[in-house]
């Protein structure tokens, strides 16, 4: 049983950064794709960013690419987002995700992609 914890979420200007954490326990880490998902109020839960097991292939959503970073520590069992150029319409809560099934080097980008999910952490930038 794999457990996520995500961490850094918060209030921030608009232009501004957060960086997110995704502590990871009970699993293999380094065998695992992670993801960060998001949902705002009223709308779906859509991908924003992933990264293969040691971290070669990341993958954006094009509405955060150039912006937002993935990165991950294999001894730490940490999984990062740091985000700059925040805009409003990045306000929603944000989902570590981790994909314990897939034996290649792919990154996915839906949700039954990923199998476990922390409870998230809330991300509000104002304008």
């Known amino acids: 049983q794999v457990q996520l914890v995500e961490s850094g979420g918060g209030l921030v200007q608009a232009g501004g950064s957060l960086r997110l954490s995704c502590s990871a326990s009970?699993?293999?880490?380094?065998?695992?794709?992670m993801g960060w998902f998001r949902q705002a109020p009223g709308k779906e839960r859509e991908f924003v960013a992933g990264?293969?097991?040691?971290?070669?292939?990341?993958n954006y959503a094009d509405s955060v690419a150039g912006r937002f970073t993935i990165s991950r520590d294999n001894a730490k069992n940490t999984v990062y987002l740091q985000m700059d150029s925040l805009k409003p319409e990045d306000t929603a809560i944000y989902y570590c995700?981790?994909?314990?099934?897939?034996?290649?080097?792919?990154?996915?980008?839906?949700?039954?992609?990923?199998?476990?999910w922390g409870q998230g952490t809330q991300v509000t930038v104002s304008s």
């Open positions: 995700t981790a994909d314990t099934r897939n034996t290649i080097f792919r990154v996915g980008r839906r949700t039954d992609e990923y199998d476990y």
């Open positions: 009970g699993g293999s880490f380094s065998r695992y794709t």
């Open positions: 990264i293969s097991k040691i971290g070669q292939i990341t």
